[in-house]
């Protein structure tokens, strides 16, 4: 087969002619092969070979975006944003390898002055918190360190600079409580239907108003796909398609940060925790709410160091994080008096002009219950046990309320003990100590009593085992001021996109109606003005010279193993409140002496208006 | 046959010629095939290489192409030149080539500058040269004329035993550089020219077991015992394209790369729009997976027109085989087709996923200016064989 008629080769042996012939065929076999092999790859299994390499050579970025900005009611912004170099590591791109891995992370933690132990310390917390996620290992990191990454990326597989949105506060520490902070969604929140769509190290409002606005503040992130090489690395001209973030929409708070700087600036003064709340009567509009010590929520942002977690976290008394306005578990003291008050009125047990004699002390079963100071203010109708604050005037109400439940019946309406219906989170609902609730108590072996008179004289001025917080005080307040409207209070106040266009607006229906006599509340609310500004009124020293008309309380309540805490509510102005201040300061003694002047400072701040010289914080009657 | 029949029409009659330049250059003497075919696959690997790496080194787009068409040049002088030299002094001059051979090699051990951890090539001023691809041309030719020469000495198995220690001497060296391929290829090599050359099939079937026992010693047991023969990367290549990853640092990623990049080009390539092998997917793009980057930008139809100038290369071979004027030139051009044959098949095989990596170079498509050299080479000693089978039909030498 080889040799041809017009040729003359050699004379070749049929031996060898036979092996050439098998060598033929092996090579045209092989040939076949390759033939075919080639064949079934690129014409037959084309298209899945296609797909596999579109898969290679593509990846997707998500772009995050920026959250909205949160202003205050003026449009004064509380949060907005920056953009930041974060050194983040993903650890599913790290080197299997448990050597090289390590090795990596050594030279990591050395470029950043850290120690591998701290490095993987840090790697396992956030990997507990969402698996998969990029860890950031370093926030605001200089372009020097973008430079050698870029130029050292074979070294480093897995660690990228990525530029992130973080929040920035231009006023520090202020409104913290309320703002609360964003951070990485956990693995638990991922399962949750709110946030169906995002990813592992996507963020979402954590805490305060972040977090119960995070679907306008959130936006959605932009996904960018590019053409990347072998390592990773996206190509030249690789962009192939995007989908830009849509940045979050602003948020609008009814904060007023006059109002908020004041009130956090009168509880710093005083140095000792407590909590104010002041709010729009008719709307429930949170005009300013703080709690004391506060802390700097730019500081919650991660990576944190341990000295600034045992701070946050871990400090049991001073414990920053806790909104003590909205979280707190207090007796409220003689504030109370303007919910026993109304109870007796509309109860019927007295009328405005039932006089009761204030002897100094009320004597029950054997129990003696004493006004505070020792003093005896004599004969007392409604407005004057208000304006001096006769203990002894409410624990005979109290008394004769004592199995009536007229007196929980009025608190339960005006708000004790029941959640409020807040925009924030941590709100604690309190505790308003009811006949039936010690008597199930006392069924149940858990308390040495059942319900008894004494219990009823207590709450009456805000004592025993009555807990409640600032918030459920100045809805009492608000309820009785605005003609019987529990508002809803609220510190949202609407949406607008980055354009400015209002998206939506948040006006919550009020809680309930309660109906009561106008004229009840009139002299409710005539005795507390009194009690603040007539000579001889409880809080005369400290709003005695104040330009505005107020109506307010002072309360001094006693805490087991605490001296006693402060608190002052009040309405202002006088006679058509527009809004409510209640302020506590734990250990601060009488009402008059701390509580007042803050919500004093408070006033002052909302009203533009300053106290005259004759009343001061030298003052002060027991409340 | 109907290129066979166009080329026996085309071809002019040697005695009526009168001697003009193309008689005087020797070409009517030659096998134009298999120039076209050797130079095609030339030109072709020059323009691929050119295109696809461009980018590799900065500033120097013409880095790698540069370096190879001076390579090309030189090769197809030499060829040339060889095609009017008549093969049969090499017969002669078989013990210096074998000599030359060996210590060529061995001196790699010496003076060789190392390369991934291995030491295959001189650094000459200007360019580096790797003796192991020259040394596969110098094998056959020694290889050859050993057979000859000792046909008639020796019983038929210490003659075997003779051939098979003489080829797998230079094998075994270049195996310790280490270059498993390279060494691969000059078993084929010696198994051929044995075959050729009529070594019994008795003494085959004993080779074939022998073999068997070696790979399985090799990749079994030896590791297994603790004594690997292999380094590590050598036997994961080896072993690895049966079962092959998405893990890069794994030796089957290469592979499975190679095979989607081939798949991407589809039945007419993608052109400048070829993503695997031009973003890095497929390693040693230039090298060993050449093929890859033809499959993927030039498709079925660049990649079945590449394989059947190597089919026509290897077809024009073994029909020298059967014209050669002496038995040396039927070894020689045996031992050439089994070289060419050996590389293509396992170098494509290794692209297509069918074959493990091992290292072999594409015959004049992969870059390395040695390899290209030494096959240009071979392509010349087959030329000769046909200028001098021609010359004899018609009675007259070369000068």
């Known amino acids: 087969m080889y040799r041809r008629s017009d040729e003359l080769g050699p004379e070749m042996s049929n031996r060898l002619a036979l092996r050439i012939a098998i060598f033929g065929s092996v090579a045209l076999a092989l040939f076949a092969v390759l033939f075919f092999r080639l064949w079934f790859l690129q014409v037959l299994n084309g298209e899945k070979y296609v797909a596999e390499a579109n898969n290679n050579r593509t990846r997707e970025f998500r772009v995050s975006a920026p959250r909205g900005e949160i202003l205050d009611r003026n449009g004064r912004i509380l949060v907005s944003n920056r953009t930041s170099l974060a050194l983040q590591v993903n650890p599913r791109k790290l080197p299997a390898n448990p050597r090289q891995r390590r090795a990596e992370l050594e030279r990591l933690a050395e470029l950043i002055h850290s120690s591998l132990p701290r490095v993987r310390r840090t790697i396992r917390e956030e990997q507990k918190v969402a698996a998969g996620a990029p860890v950031t290992l370093r926030r605001d990191v200089g372009n020097y360190l973008v430079y050698y990454l870029q130029e050292n990326q074979n070294r480093f597989p897995g660690v990228s600079v990525e530029r992130v949105f973080v929040r920035r506060y231009p006023h520090g520490t202020l409104a913290a409580h309320i703002l609360g902070n964003e951070g990485e969604i956990s693995e638990e929140q991922l399962k949750e239907p709110a946030y169906r769509g995002l990813e592992p190290g996507d963020k979402i409002g954590q805490d305060g108003i972040e977090y119960t606005y995070d679907r306008y503040l959130r936006g959605s992130p932009g996904i960018k796909r590019v053409q990347v090489n072998a390592l990773g690395q996206p190509t030249r001209n690789g962009q192939l398609s995007s989908r830009a973030p849509v940045p979050g929409d602003n948020l609008k708070l009814s904060i007023d940060t006059r109002v908020q700087e004041a009130g956090e600036a009168a509880l710093a003064a005083r140095g000792l925790p407590g909590g104010f709340v002041t709010m729009d009567v008719r709307s429930g509009e949170l005009l300013g709410l703080g709690s004391f010590p506060t802390f700097d929520p730019a500081e919650l942002t991660p990576p944190l160091t341990q000295a600034q977690v045992n701070e946050l976290y871990r400090d049991p008394v001073l414990a920053p994080l806790t909104d003590r306005a909205i979280s707190g578990l207090y007796p409220t003291g003689s504030t109370f008096k303007l919910i026993t008050a109304l109870a007796a009125l509309e109860s019927g047990t007295i009328t405005p002009g039932t006089s009761i004699f204030d002897g100094g002390s009320l004597t029950v079963g054997g129990e003696s219950f004493q006004n505070a100071g020792g003093a005896a203010y004599g004969s007392l109708t409604l407005a004057p046990a208000l304006q001096v604050s006769s203990d002894v005037f409410f624990y005979t109400l109290g008394l004769d309320m004592w199995d009536t439940g007229d007196l929980q019946h009025w608190a339960h309406k005006l708000g004790i003990g029941r959640p409020s219906g807040l925009d924030l989170p941590g709100a604690a609902e309190g505790l308003l100590p009811t006949q039936k609730w010690r008597n199930d108590l006392y069924k149940a072996g858990e308390t040495e009593r059942p319900w008894s008179a004494g219990d009823n004289i207590q709450l009456a001025t805000g004592q025993g085992d009555l807990q409640s917080n600032p918030l459920q005080m100045a809805i009492a307040y608000a309820t009785v001021a605005n003609g019987g409207t529990v508002v809803t209070p609220h510190v949202g106040l609407q949406v607008d996109d980055a354009a400015g266009r209002v998206l939506r607006e948040f006006d919550p229906k009020p809680r309930r109606q309660v109906r009561f006599k106008a004229e009840s509340a009139e002299v409710i609310l005539a005795g507390l003005h009194a009690a603040a500004q007539a000579p001889g009124g409880t809080s005369y020293a400290v709003f005695g010279g104040f330009p505005v008309d107020v109506a307010g309380k002072t309360g001094t309540a006693q805490r087991v193993g605490h001296a006693d805490q402060s608190w002052y509510v009040v309405l202002a102005p006088y006679p058509n409140p527009r809004i409510v201040t209640a302020v506590t300061i734990e250990e601060g003694g009488f009402g008059a002496e701390s509580a007042a002047p803050a919500a004093l400072q408070i006033l002052e701040a909302y009203f533009g208006k300053h106290s005259s010289g004759e009343s001061g914080p030298n003052g002060g009657s027991p409340g | ?399």
């Not at chain 2, 040049?73 to 030359?100: K, N, P, W």
């Not at chain 2, 790699?108 to 991934?116: K, M, Q, W, Y």
């Not at chain 2, 078993?187 to 044995?194: D, E, F, G, K, Y």
Request: charged share 15%; glycine share 10%.
């Open chain 2, 1 to 399: 046959m109907m290129y066979a029949t166009r080329t026996r029409r085309a071809r002019p009659e040697p005695f009526a010629l009168r001697p003009g330049i193309a008689e005087r250059l020797g070409l009517p003497y030659m096998d134009p095939a298999l120039g076209l075919a050797a130079l095609g696959l030339v030109a072709f690997g020059v323009f691929t290489l050119g295109q696809a790496t461009q980018h590799d080194v900065p500033g120097s787009p013409g880095y790698f192409v540069d370096r190879q068409a001076i390579y090309a040049i030189l090769g197809l002088v030499g060829m040339y030149l060889l095609a009017r030299i008549d093969y049969s002094r090499f017969r002669e001059l078989r013990v210096g080539i074998y000599t030359f051979l060996c210590v060529s090699v061995s001196l790699v051990f010496v003076f060789g500058f190392a390369a991934r951890g291995s030491r295959r090539a001189f650094d000459l001023p200007f360019f580096s040269f790797q003796p192991s691809e020259l040394g596969k041309l110098l094998l056959v030719l020694a290889l050859a004329g050993f057979v000859i020469d000792g046909a008639r000495r020796g019983s038929a198995r210490q003659r075997t035993v003779r051939y098979l220690c003489l080829g797998l001497a230079p094998a075994a060296l270049v195996f310790l550089q280490p270059d498993l391929g390279t060494a691969l290829v000059y078993v084929a090599i010696t198994l051929a020219v044995m075959y050729v050359g009529g070594v019994r099939w008795t003494h085959f079937a004993v080779i074939g077991a022998a073999l068997v026992a070696l790979v399985a010693i090799v990749l079994v047991i030896a590791p297994a015992v603790g004594a690997p023969v292999l380094k590590e990367y050598q036997q994961q290549r080896l072993t690895s394209f049966a079962n092959p990853s998405g893990d890069p640092s794994d030796a089957g990623y290469q592979q499975n790369q190679a095979k989607i990049a081939i798949g991407h080009g589809g039945t007419t390539g993608q052109g400048d729009r070829a993503t695997q092998t031009r973003l890095d997917f497929v390693p040693e793009r230039h090298t060993d997976f050449i093929f890859a980057v033809i499959g993927e930008r030039y498709g079925f139809l660049g990649a079945a027109f590449v394989l059947s100038l190597y089919a026509l290369l290897v077809w024009r071979a073994l029909r020298i085989v059967t014209l050669s004027k002496n038995s040396y030139g039927t070894l020689v051009a045996g031992g050439i087709a089994a070289m060419l044959l050996f590389q293509v098949f396992v170098n494509v095989g290794m692209n297509l996923g069918i074959m493990p990596i091992t290292g072999i170079p594409l015959p004049l498509l992969s870059y390395g200016g040695s390899s290209v050299l030494a096959t240009l080479l071979a392509v010349g000693v087959l030329q000769s064989i046909h200028m001098q089978a021609r010359l004899s039909q018609k009675g007259r030498f070369a000068w």
